[in-house]
């Protein structure tokens, strides 16, 4: 077995069992690749876990188990499989539901590693060479634990000799219609890297629906495929949907016929977002609830956006076109931005522009993407609801 030796003063974080192995704790490695397991050690040579070579973040690779005696073979992701499926019993019985993530990386044990549910329909997502190494024993145990009518995988490293796509089992016709909170949606999973739905925001799609849609008109920004918009839909006065993508008009058109709502009675803008926010000024048009929910990085034209750095832009352009009493849906996935660095990003915009506010909701990730609670970042994704005050 291989071994990569901590700096000294490094074991204590690993012990209380910090999963990502980062490179720069490493004191000594031997020739470690990708695929490799190894043994974790302490500067004196104790043994701490084993873990595999996947580079990601910026870690060597991810904790596997803290048992010496362990081999990580076909049986070792049945165990963590079955774990991670008597943990998902609710999303399997639950009605009006049939999409759901089943296996979420490290807070289910196999860091690199993610696997969804979209109605009998598995995708895998490697997230580096070094799990993908894993794929034989990794597919045989998914095969044994999960039932299935078809698995697709996605690669999420570079490798042009790997493509992703097509398993094994009954291939369905693309688009499938998965149903989430009595909500309809297509789905693709042989198609780039998206599949249609982020299925992490599930909850506060259905918050949007239930608290903050009625009688209520509804602009969603970075819309995607309109999920936001199709749920709040179905009570809300109207709304609006603006992406840049062109893709994005008519996957939001299906989507809104797949729930019987006539897209010619919701608008839909293909458009920058900053433009649009000129353009609704010049028109005068202004919502009760805007849902922002941006890519953490993006390139239009010569301008870059980054959430870190340009979050308040965002904010200063849709407050003009919120209503009294309104709410801004804040979101963002960036996993280097905490929490508290985005509520402080908040608070500084809104403090600036003189508008007083209050702070509706803060929602995070659904139990199904279970998070490691050693590992903050896994705790990627944070939704503030802004309401604002007389
Ligand atoms: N909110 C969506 C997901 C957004 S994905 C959902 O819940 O499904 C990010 C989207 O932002 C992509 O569809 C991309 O086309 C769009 N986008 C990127 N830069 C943009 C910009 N400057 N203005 C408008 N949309 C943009």
Do not use: C
Request: no cysteine; aromatic share 14%; charged share 25%.
């Amino acid at each position: 077995m291989k071994t990569a030796i901590l700096n000294k003063g490094k074991e204590t974080k690993y012990i209380n069992g910090y999963p990502l192995i980062e490179e720069e704790d490493i004191y000594q490695q031997g020739a470690l690749e990708s695929g490799d397991l190894f043994h974790l050690k302490t500067a004196q040579g104790d043994y701490i876990a084993t873990g595999y070579v996947g580079f990601q973040h910026k870690g060597l690779g991810w904790v596997l188990t803290y048992d010496e005696a362990a081999v990580i073979d076909q049986a070792f992701f049945e165990n963590v499989f079955e774990l991670a499926r008597q943990e998902r019993d609710y999303y399997y019985r639950i009605d009006g539901t049939n999409a759901f993530r089943l296996f979420n990386g490290e807070g289910d044990g196999v860091g690199g590693l993610t696997i969804d549910y979209y109605n009998g329909h598995l995708l895998i997502q490697w997230y580096s060479r070094g799990i993908y190494a894993f794929r034989d024993d990794i597919i045989a145990a998914i095969t044994t634990v999960f039932d299935y009518t078809s698995i697709y995988e996605k690669t999420r490293f570079k490798d042009s000799n790997i493509e992703g796509g097509f398993v094994m089992g009954d291939a369905p016709e693309f688009p499938i219609v998965i149903e989430e909170n009595f909500t309809f949606y297509n789905v693709h999973l042989d198609d780039g890297p998206m599949t249609g739905i982020f299925l992490d925001q599930k909850e506060v799609r259905k918050k949007i629906r239930d608290y903050y849609s009625a009688e209520r008109r509804v602009l969603n920004l970075f819309s995607y495929t309109g999920a936001f918009s199709v749920i709040a839909a179905s009570e809300a006065t109207q709304t609006t949907s603006v992406d840049l993508a062109n893709r994005s008009r008519p996957m939001t058109e299906e989507n809104f016929g797949l729930n019987g709502i006539d897209p010619k009675t919701q608008a839909l803008y293909v458009m920058d977002t900053f433009d649009y926010y000129k353009y609704a000024e010049r028109h005068g048009l202004t919502y009760d609830t805007i849902v922002i929910d941006p890519p953490s990085f993006a390139r239009n034209k010569k301008k870059t956006f980054s959430v870190t750095k340009d979050y308040d832009k965002l904010i200063k352009g849709a407050l003009p076109l919120l209503n009294r009493k309104g709410t801004l849906v804040l979101s963002t996935n960036h996993s280097m931005y905490p929490l508290k660095s985005f509520k402080n990003m908040i608070k500084r915009t809104m403090t600036e522009l003189g508008v007083s506010y209050r702070i509706d909701e803060v929602m995070g990730l659904p139990k199904d993407f279970k998070t490691h609670t050693q590992y903050k970042p896994s705790k990627y994704l944070k939704v503030v609801f802004v309401t604002l005050m007389d």
